[in-house]
């Protein structure tokens, strides 16, 4: 009459070494899976802050100036400044990502020299300008309804002319940036 085996536990050593592999992968998998996912939200974090955005902005054109000078950024009630993100990107993932791949172009022309100091005024902002506005009229304004909801506006308190447009202004077919374009950047010439 022969032994029966032993059960093995799921922690006991296998009979083939191979077999090793197959745990030491899943946490090797799950640390760099950790390492990759933190990696890739630190991205997506700096690159939304203002310092990002200023390291081209800043001195090649007055954009940062602009903003620094519109309510946005200063303002007499003490709001939190808008940032350049809150402004320019989606806050739903996906449409982030494919804003900042499609962004990235942006940063390689200037690395390459299409875009300078010579040529931004003139040739790409006009171009970019037109750009954000077709997308914000695209998209109704969303990015300016993250804060901005006329469902919430105190229309006592706004003159008789812009209460009256912003409470008819989705029967009129008009979005924020209809009538707000240039408020927290000039409108190129």
């Not at 695209?138 to 901005?148: A, G, V």
């Amino acid at each position: 009459m022969s032994n029966p085996q032993p059960k093995k536990g799921l922690w006991s050593k296998p009979s083939k070494k191979w077999l090793l592999g197959i745990p030491l992968g899943g946490i090797l998998a799950f640390i760099l899976g950790a390492f990759a996912l933190g990696g890739f939200h630190f991205g997506m974090t700096y690159t939304n802050n203002n310092d990002f955005c200023y390291g081209c902005h800043v001195g090649m054109d007055t954009i940062v100036e602009e903003y620094e000078a519109s309510p946005h950024f200063t303002n007499t009630k003490g709001v939190v400044a808008a940032t350049c993100s809150d402004c320019h990107v989606p806050q739903e993932f996906f449409p982030k990502v494919a804003l900042k791949i499609g962004a990235s172009v942006d940063i390689i022309h200037m690395i390459t020299g299409k875009i300078n100091l010579e040529n931004f005024e003139s040739e790409h902002r006009p171009r970019l300008a037109e750009k954000v506005t077709h997308e914000f009229k695209e998209n109704d304004s969303k990015q300016c309804r993250y804060c901005h909801d006329v469902t919430q506006m105190d229309f006592e308190n706004q003159s008789r002319n812009a209460s009256r447009r912003h409470q008819t202004m989705e029967a009129r077919g008009l979005t924020c940036i209809d009538c707000h374009a240039g408020i927290a950047h000039k409108l190129p010439e």
